[in-house]
């Protein structure tokens, strides 16, 4: 975690001992396109219109297609790449917000920063503020994330 | 929403008005496949060896390979039908936890209650209680959803 | 079946006895993308140029690359919802005919007509007049589809 | 067309003029995984549990997941290559009839006898029976196509 | 392999007896499209934001999203049709060079030429110059490919 | 490049300057699944029966049905993650062997040695040996590659 690359950082990159809290990360972006959508919507099975028909996006409020939520949040967790050996699982997301759309051609980064972390004796918990944002700097989602981290192998 | 047939419910299928707190739903099966793992994986770019690596995960505590959780909450949205043009938008989550692990021929079904409905005027907003739950009644994750929901057309 | 909503129907989507000749319905809209073709011919195999090679299309008489016949043909069928335990089987297809071309960006529905049902005793046949049409309300396929259809739980 | 190698033909290789009635051809051969059930249902947004809930699928006459009938019949167009240039357009279908299940392993494969050619003037239409089998020679779906077909370049 | 039809050839298409040093080959095209990256980013889990991210690559040499190296050689494999029982292995390549990057919308063609072929008894190997051509001649990629092939069944 | 964990180490994650010969990397491993050849098969368009024929590839010296080489090869780029700013760009391929076959249920991953690095003033040149293994240690596929690295930013 926090190691500098590319103007950037990565976040859960390291044991529970090496984490502090107030360490920031930065991910890499990726672009969200018409493909992305239909392949999400497939996956999902989530044809809800306001992602999938042009027409009928068209007359919503948002004008166009936008990217589904899930889709944003399933992005989130590929933008930031753990180590194998140091996440044990994924134990839960609160006050998840998504607070702007993502369109067709938007790219979306992920900023964490670690806002807490409990020592559980043999593995340790910590607990993540996400940002999802855009290329315009526009925030897209919040969300408040928690995992169980290994300690280093002795 | 709450429309009987096949043994079971329909969630987010009716106009604000038509929604009663304690309405209750039950959605068809998925059988969650390796394919599944494999694609969600490749949408996401989560590649975490817990998910993707039959020998790895062999050494967990899992003792075998196990679907993302957001592999489980993006299906458990396509298990969810919504009519075109009540819902206005998705709000957010809460308390999302991942309570059992899915694994590979597990069958998912989402089992939601009405729990909070709120008028704001031009459009309602509810509040649903989920639960993921497998084919041995396992729940696998539960979680608290948002979303605005229209009025009836005039 | 018939139920309305969003200024359309569904089909398919009551038991046999609840269904009766001249029932209409119309499904929500899909937009047939780029990804769309590009993902069909990976699934299908079909590479034909006309669909695949935007050089070559060109030089047809469609002038650009065109969406599969079959293509148009499976989304319709993900287009109109089944109610688990309501269909038994689908029987087959006739007079099945292509149009209109599909075009990347198109937005296709499904209209269907319930012209024929047969008592065969333990469950029914029907007989459904189905047409794809797009968001110029052309006709880019009719087609004449027959489903075994389950009789009401007793 | 009706070129021989690998103890098979292939149809449709060929230009208006050297097509006879009563060419047959065979495909080479596909199997149907479960990757390719789970892809189709994204693709085409039909869930139906028959295809994609092991649990519903067991409570059926199958006893087990099938594959979709538009699946099998989109996977025969794949394995008929048509070379470029000779295919005009495909006309439509009569006749589809799905005949046995097709369930995950087996095998498909095409095989095809032209039944009728008639000339159009600037180009030929074809009509030709086709025959879905699999590995255990099971006819799993039949069907007539037609397709209009260019006459040689002079 | 060689055999003529809309102006161009097939390779790999006969057994070993029937190739002949200097055949020449060219395969039908492919476009590649926004799709296409965004799949193999996602089947080979290679998100390299030249690939990837439409703001990155705006501020590399390119200016914009390139295909992986790897996507080219992927689909060239598919462009050129091997008939079953003719190959028995791909044993390896030499010389792989990518010459010139592939944009969203170029259209890909292979164009090979059999250079040597090696008699081993049971099966003979082939080597064949491989060169990946876009719609405006450039070569994008050059290759040295090598097979082991059958001989003809007696 | 070359920072220790989870008892392996990752390539191509430094500047050029950085580098040095005789550097070792070891990525983490990726399970190569049914779907995986299905969805590489349709990616690519090569069907090649030994690929995607159970009945076919039951009667090859392989006995059953074998993962695409270029399909390990995309999996291989993958595995090695490149951090964004660092690689300018992928030159191209030497000297690659597909040495043993890769079944359904494998579990592949990448080992690499810098074996040369030529600085060319803006940038610098490195080759890296990369050997493919399985889960049993076999080497299914070796290969020189070459790429042009960044130089630190001043």
Not at 45 to 50: F, T
Request: charged content about 25%; glycine content about 10%.
């Amino acid at each position: 975690m926090m190691k500098k690359g590319n103007g950037g950082y990565k976040v859960l990159d390291r044991y529970f001992e090496e984490l502090e809290v107030g360490m920031r990360a930065v991910s890499r972006g990726r672009t969200i396109t018409e493909a992305d959508i239909v392949n999400f919507a497939a996956f999902s099975g989530d044809w809800y219109p306001l992602h999938t028909d042009r027409e009928f996006a068209a007359g919503t409020m948002f004008g166009r297609r936008i990217a589904h939520g899930m889709l944003v949040m399933s992005v989130a967790t590929g933008l930031v790449p753990m180590k194998p050996g140091v996440v044990v699982a994924f134990y839960g997301m609160d006050k998840v917000r998504f607070t702007a759309p993502t369109f067709i051609g938007d790219t979306l980064r992920v900023e964490a920063e670690l806002i807490e972390k409990q020592d559980k004796g043999a593995f340790g918990v910590i607990t993540v503020r996400q940002e999802i944002k855009n290329q315009r700097n526009e925030v897209c989602s919040t969300a408040i994330l928690k995992a169980a981290i290994n300690k280093k192998p002795q």
